[in-house]
């Protein structure tokens, strides 16, 4: 595969990796170091001009995405870079230092599943791909109206203080850590520990607190996580 820098490919540079993780400060720290050399380019200005679009292509407000692996990618900043020409030679070469804003590479797209709700209990089992655990977004859109609901991953609970009408979407999303009933947020109407999936396989569960058992659609979607 093709090391990428969001949409710059290295292919004009045989690259090594060195990726390094280290406990420091209280959180784990990723620093992905990409050494390369050439002299494959026909003219010194043709060999500038690569070395500046590789820099470049590291040097925007957000983060950029290193894709190290097919389907992935890491959100990394710049944190240093070295080049090396000889002069009068279209050769050289650089050291690109680059730290991840957090240590874990995550899915390019989501995943998705979807489950009937017909009561109270599990619902549905999901498992994922990745080997660290992912923040869970589900939607719960009740065909019946559902009062007090709690849903849980086996490990974490979350309680819903209010009633969703026959008809309406709540939205629980444990990456921002909000939620919305048909689009309103509501998060202040939710308490406990918002979901999460796990590689092994994740049970979730709905149950109402009070009134009918839940009946509806539930939909949960995830970006898969490695380290």
């Given amino acids: 595969?093709?090391?990428m820098l969001d949409d710059f490919p290295l292919d004009q540079w045989p690259a090594r990796v060195s990726d390094r993780q280290r406990?420091?400060?209280?959180?784990?720290?990723r620093i992905v170091t990409l050494r390369g050399a050439s002299d494959d380019f026909e003219t010194t200005s043709a060999l500038t001009q690569a070395l500046d679009r590789l820099v470049g292509a590291t040097l925007s407000h957000e983060p950029v995405r290193l894709r190290l692996h097919p389907g992935r990618s890491l959100p990394v900043r710049l944190r240093s870079f070295t080049r090396e020409t000889l002069p009068g030679a279209a050769s050289g070469a650089f050291a690109l230092e680059l730290e991840a804003t957090h240590p874990w590479e995550e899915g390019d797209v989501?995943?998705?599943?979807?489950a009937p709700v017909t009561g109270?209990?599990?619902a549905t089992m999901i498992a994922m791909d990745g080997t660290l655990a992912a923040t869970l977004r589900l939607s719960f859109q009740?065909?019946?109206?559902?009062?007090?609901?709690?849903?849980?991953?086996?490990?974490h609970t979350l309680s819903y203080f209010g009633l969703v009408p026959a008809g309406s979407v709540l939205v629980v999303d444990a990456g921002p850590r909000r939620a919305w009933l048909d689009g309103e947020e509501v998060t202040s109407q939710v308490s406990?520990?918002?979901?999460?999936?796990y590689p092994s396989a994740t049970p979730i569960s709905v149950n109402a607190d009070m009134g009918a058992p839940p009946s509806g659609?539930?939909?949960l979607s995830w970006r898969d996580r490695w380290l």
Avoid: I, K
């Fill in 192 to 197: 406990g520990d918002y979901l999460m999936v």
């Fill in 217 to 219: 659609t539930l939909t």
């Fill in 23 to 29: 406990f420091e400060g209280g959180r784990l720290l």
């Fill in 110 to 114: 989501d995943t998705e599943q979807v």
């Fill in 142 to 155: 009740a065909s019946s109206p559902a009062m007090l609901l709690q849903f849980g991953d086996g490990q």
């Fill in 120 to 122: 109270n209990g599990v």
């Fill in 1 to 3: 595969m093709t090391l």
